[in-house]
């Protein structure tokens, strides 16, 4: 039970959060876009609370409550979207593409799969460095599934055999494409036995 008031406390603090950043975005000020999950604060605190210290989570755009169970202070967040230099980006970069490297949390660079290779590539760096039981995750929609990079990311993955967890979230149209017109398989999961992974859908 008290991991699932832990969880329900980040969902509710995450969504109460992005509702005052889209209202700071709709008065002009923030400069940018602001990218809210709502309805996917579920999966995403999930993944940021059973991360432990030394792994890897690479969150993309509407993972917020995710980079907050995972350690992200709040105050980071608000002063990247406003653009402080005191912001752990320093107010140089867009207000989505903030991190925390020495912490394990990459800075997104982007949304349709880059982000695997490069989690991908942080795994083999610790697995270089002699460091054991860790393991990387991030985050991608159906509609990121369909790029080369993700292809490329999820092969090397899983010939370097690097403990990664893909968390691909069907939202059942990517812009306008509906799934018919975005792949063929019945299921995505279909996909983990084609690379060699272990795969499991959840509804």
């Known amino acids: 039970p008290d991991r699932f008031i832990e969880a329900f406390r980040w969902m509710l603090l995450t969504r109460i959060l992005e509702d005052k950043l889209a209202s700071l975005y709709r008065g002009g000020l923030i400069t940018g876009g602001v990218y809210i999950g709502r309805g996917q604060e579920a999966v995403s605190v999930a993944c940021g609370m059973f991360l432990q210290k030394g792994d890897i989570f690479a969150p993309l755009i509407r993972d917020q409550a995710g980079r907050a169970a995972?350690?992200?202070p709040l105050i980071d967040v608000a002063?990247?979207?406003?653009?402080?230099?005191?912001?752990?980006?320093?107010?140089?970069?867009?207000?989505?593409?903030?991190?925390?490297?020495?912490?394990?949390?990459?800075?997104?660079?982007?949304?349709?799969?880059a982000m695997i290779s490069v989690t991908v590539g942080a795994?083999?760096?610790?697995r270089s460095k002699g460091e054991k039981n860790f393991?990387?995750?991030t985050t991608i929609g159906e509609g990121?599934?369909?790029?080369?990079?993700?292809h490329e990311g999820l092969n090397i993955a899983a010939v370097e055999q690097v403990p990664l967890v893909v968390v691909a979230t069907n939202n059942h149209f990517a812009y306008s494409?509906?799934?018919?017109?975005?792949?063929?398989?019945?299921?995505?999961?279909?996909?983990?036995?084609g690379y060699g992974f272990e795969g499991y859908s959840i509804d």
């Open 70 to 72: 995972f350690g992200e």
């Open 79 to 113: 002063r990247t979207y406003l653009g402080s230099r005191q912001g752990p980006m320093r107010g140089r970069d867009g207000n989505i593409h903030r991190g925390r490297p020495l912490d394990g949390q990459l800075a997104m660079i982007s949304h349709l799969g």
């Open 123 to 126: 795994l083999m760096a610790k």
């Open 135 to 137: 393991v990387g995750l």
């Open 144 to 150: 990121g599934m369909q790029t080369g990079a993700t």
């Open 177 to 193: 494409t509906p799934n018919e017109r975005e792949f063929a398989c019945q299921d995505l999961v279909d996909r983990a036995k």
